[in-house]
């Protein structure tokens, strides 16, 4: 007997036939690739590679001292040019104050007064501390922190020209003018503040 429409079934010969899922072709993935072993071939699941720690720059500690000189008549202060890299013209300067590493065995003020003889052929005497400033750079891949001792100097003698390969010129200015020469604001600052420049 055929049930009524909407009895809740259908004949026998209107049943569907259940569709089998095809399985894809070709070499099948384990079901654990915890469990996988490299002799699986294909099959074994790499495992990823660990993580490189950063590389970080090598830190440097540098020492140097050095200073302002103030010529035999008190009017004029000594300063060293280096040529500015960054320039294309290669003709700019730039004017800082001389200034050297403490070698083994030497003191700030040993190293200071040796420094400015060997940059500007100078020779002088350390009059007063003008104090310390340190600073950041990169150079050769390392992070360089340099501590600087400055003094004031006066002349006494030698004779003016810059040391060859470290120091493009040297040259005394009006001490009015110069905080206006310097190229880096810390040895303005340190100048700025220190108050009357007498020897």
Known sequence: MTPAPGAGGEAPSAKRKKRRRRRPAGPQTPQNSQSASPS???SAVKKSAPRK????AKRVDEVS???LVIDSTGTKGLLIGRRDLK???RERLLWSLPKGHIEAGETPE???IREVCEETGIESEISRALGV???WFMAGGKRIHKTVHHYLFKEVGGVLAPQ???VDDVGWFPLEEIIGMLAYPDEKKLIAKSGDLVV
Do not use: H, K, L, W
């Open 87 to 89: 320039d294309q013209s």
């Open 65 to 67: 001292a050095g200073g």
């Open 40 to 42: 699986e071939g294909a």
């Open 133 to 135: 400033i340190d600073f």
């Open 110 to 112: 040993q190293a200071a």
């Open 164 to 166: 060859i390969t470290e």
């Open 53 to 56: 720690r950063p590389v970080y």
